[in-house]
């Protein structure tokens, strides 16, 4: 099992840049892939970026380079940058962690940009 917590998330206006972190704790030597989702009302949950455990990462092709995603070497924390932001970006954003054992989530944290 792997526990994990979000940051960083708030109000910002349109234009404007937020950097949200997930702190992880548990079995974090079993993680293979973290990532950032994101929820906005009435929508389907959807893959932000992820980073793989090579470094190699992914992103979704909506965002045109906006966001970036890191982490730290010993996989205990991984940060989303995200920079020209819109209200298309307003959403419950969440991290997440897989393992062979399968994903793992985090409580989820309100990002909300006004225009």
């Known amino acids: 099992q792997v526990q994990l917590v979000e940051s960083g998330g708030g109000l910002v206006q349109a234009g404007g840049s937020l950097r949200l972190s997930c702190a992880a704790s548990?079995?974090?030597?079993?993680?293979?892939?973290m990532a950032w989702y994101r929820q906005a009302p009435g929508a389907q949950r959807e893959l932000v970026a992820a980073?793989?455990?090579?470094?190699?990462?992914k992103y979704a092709d909506s965002l045109q380079g906006r966001f970036t995603i890191s982490r730290d070497r010993i996989k205990s924390s991984w940060s989303l940058q995200m920079i020209s932001l819109n209200s298309e970006d307003t959403a419950v954003y969440y991290c997440?962690?897989?393992?062979?054992?399968?994903?793992?989530w985090g409580q989820g944290t309100q990002v909300t940009v006004s225009s």
């Open positions: 548990g079995r974090i030597g079993d993680i293979t892939v």
């Open positions: 980073i793989y455990v090579s470094g190699l990462t």
């Open positions: 997440s962690a897989t393992t062979p054992w399968g994903k793992n």
